[in-house]
């Protein structure tokens, strides 16, 4: 099932099932990652994190594609030791190269373990537009959504949100953790924006973000060139267009 929002141009790809939604924006993230090595001999994809991508992963992995000409970059870190189960990085890590097919040269980790996490930022920001570019322009950028309105880790009320000057920033301490993550600026520039969006506590907030107009975060994502994917249970409140919850929901997940 696709919906197109009657108030702008954000796409909505409704499958039944998490496997199916992910097989499905897998898919979608193959195809510009292809059109971008057909056009640039290489592509871009910046990733986020969690446990809700890695079905994605998984079959994103078996596309094929040249893996030698694609170059991942992380959307977002939390500031922790290399191997800690909360690091990003360890599931992209062990999906792509230890058990996929990316070589370990074309995996580009935000290295929040070095002391000068200042400098670790802009020598990320460096690397980023080595290979997409200045200003960076990334083919493809791989988005979640939180409970709360966050994306990537840009969270209400946090500094980095009001980042135009820069492509990686800091944030303060939010569940627990400082992070690294990719601004605004440099996400609404890619070519292509893929959020990928399952589970019915999404529901609500997923509404809201389609509908347009909402407070949070990841309603200030550009929504040209956007493809939402969901299953059915987070897409049961915005498979038409239709106007914004009065109060998004409170509940917070890191």
Not at 89 to 103: C, H, Q, R, S, Y
Not at 184 to 196: E, G, K, T
Not at 212 to 234: E, Q, Y
Request: aromatic share 4%; hydrophobic share 50%.
């Amino acid at each position: 099932l696709a919906a197109w929002s009657g108030n702008s141009c954000v796409r909505l790809e409704v499958e039944k099932t998490v496997a199916e939604a992910a097989a499905m924006a897998a898919r979608l993230i193959a195809t510009v990652l292809g059109i971008g090595i057909a056009r640039r001999t290489h592509a871009t994809l910046a990733l986020s994190g969690g446990s809700s991508p890695l079905p994605m992963l998984g079959d994103l992995v078996r596309q094929p594609l040249d893996w030698k000409a694609i170059h991942v970059f992380q959307v977002d870190e939390r500031v922790v030791a290399r191997g800690d189960t909360a690091r990003n990085l360890t599931n992209i890590e062990e999906l792509l190269v230890t058990n996929g097919p990316l070589p370990r040269r074309n995996l580009h980790p935000m290295w929040v373990d070095r002391a000068d996490l200042l400098g670790s930022a802009a020598e990320y920001a460096a690397g980023i537009e080595k290979m997409a570019g200045v200003p960076a322009i990334f083919d493809a950028v791989h988005l979640g959504l939180g409970t709360d309105g966050h994306t990537a880790s840009l969270f209400a009320g946090d500094p980095a949100l009001k980042v135009k000057d820069r492509a990686v920033a800091l944030t303060a301490e939010h569940h627990g953790y400082t992070r690294m993550t990719l601004t605004l600026p440099v996400i609404n520039r890619a070519r292509s924006i893929i959020w990928f969006v399952t589970g019915a506590d999404k529901a609500g907030v997923l509404a809201d973000l389609y509908a347009g107009g909402a407070p949070f975060p990841a309603a200030r994502v550009a929504r040209l060139r956007a493809v939402v994917v969901a299953d059915s249970a987070a897409a049961k409140d915005a498979t038409a267009p239709k106007k914004r919850r009065a109060k998004a929901k409170s509940k917070v997940v890191p």
